[in-house]
């Protein structure tokens, strides 16, 4: 399948994100019954993915870790708000427990509804681990150390290393011999990195207590990766802040997991564009700014007209095509940071910030309702060679008032674009005109 422009759509990376990674990743109902899991989670749970389909985490983990989970997806089911980057300790059913750090996030349908949750999660063990061998130096800890795929280092108080891990010296570039003495000012770190890290050492050695942080660094083969680096402060026997220990872990797949998740909560399958969830946090954010702004804020609500005939005459991958077409030109018609969305079927909305006056509302309107109008020339699998021609019924909406709600305004750009639709097709309607 092709998203319209040349290349897979959603459903292709989505199928390679979970049935071909080791990621921890899940969609849950609402009543935390699991929908789909990644082979990671799968096999993390020495099952197979179809195994899992219908469990919940009290059939997987002890009582009170199943507990403390549920409570979490209510939470985000009650509020809508995402629990991110939570350190969790998982209690097995005669297993080990381990440490994962996961990020979970309220699971919303094409109308913006919250039908369960999905999150992903990391396995940070052997990080956790780390950290504690750290405060134990002696011959078994620079085994440890030493064999560590995570980056780990040993800085004074004044912020110069003291010792770095192969995996550290592979990631500066550097030698430990050439390493140890200087600081990460004089190792080369650039000026927007130090502005991050000093203050994070710094921090730990001012409280004595450990810190977490999340950045984007150059390694030493010129590739940007985020990392995740867990500080502890580094003591001496009588208890002194002496250093901090920075324990180094590339997060860079996971980062690309969890914006594809993302992006797909917040973006339509079939088009790419924003979503009716997306659409209205934009819209929100537009009003609360509209009061502030000299122009007008404006939703144009389109309806695609006859794409019922051309769904039953053409088949639906055709009704398919037709809409990528006009999400395309809607997206081409809008101005540069304006929003592009599709609501339901054929159903889009543009929303336009500080528009000068109603002379520039018609203009958007007439270019909206020109492009939806020009002939679709796409490639239909009916064999159907003659370009297409349909039109599409528009309203519109103003406002300038920062009370108005994103519900109000949508829904008068609805009307306005239903007298359209019953009425003339083809052109546009600004609600409140005679």
Known sequence: MSDGA??????????????DSDEVIYFKDLKSR???VSLGCARLHRRTQAEMIGLTDHDLFAPEHAQAARADELRIIETGEPIVGK????????????????????????????????????DITAQITAELEVRRVGTQLRAVLDGSTDEIARYDAELRYRYVNPAAERALGMR????????????????AQLAQWEPALRRVLETGEPGELEMERCAADGRTRWCHTTLSPDVDTSGQVVGVLASTRDISALKAAEAALTYQATHDALTGLANRSLVVERLAAAIARAGRRRG????????????KGVNDSLGHEAGDAVLVAVARRLSAAARRDDTVGRLAGDEFVVVCEDVPDREHVHRIAERIVDAVAEPIAE???SGRSTPLRLTGSLGVAMTRDSATTPTELLAAADRAMYEVKHTTR?????????
């Not at 007008?296 to 794409?307: I, Q, S």
């Open 6 to 19: 040349g290349g897979p759509d959603d459903r292709v990376f989505m199928r390679n994100l979970l049935d």
């Open 426 to 434: 083809n052109g546009f309607r600004i609600a409140g005109d005679a």
């Open 296 to 307: 007008w804020l404006a939703v144009f609500f389109l309806d695609v007209d006859h794409l």
């Open 87 to 122: 350190v969790e300790r998982e209690r097995w059913y005669g297993r080990p427990d381990t440490w994962v750090t996961s990020s979970k996030f309220p699971l919303r349908d094409d109308e913006g509804r919250i039908i369960g949750t999905f999150g992903i999660s990391r």
């Open 379 to 381: 490639p239909f699998a």
């Open 176 to 191: 430990a011999a050439d390493v140890v003495g200087r600081t990460d000012r004089e190792c080369g770190m650039s000026l």
């Open 34 to 36: 699991f929908l789909r």
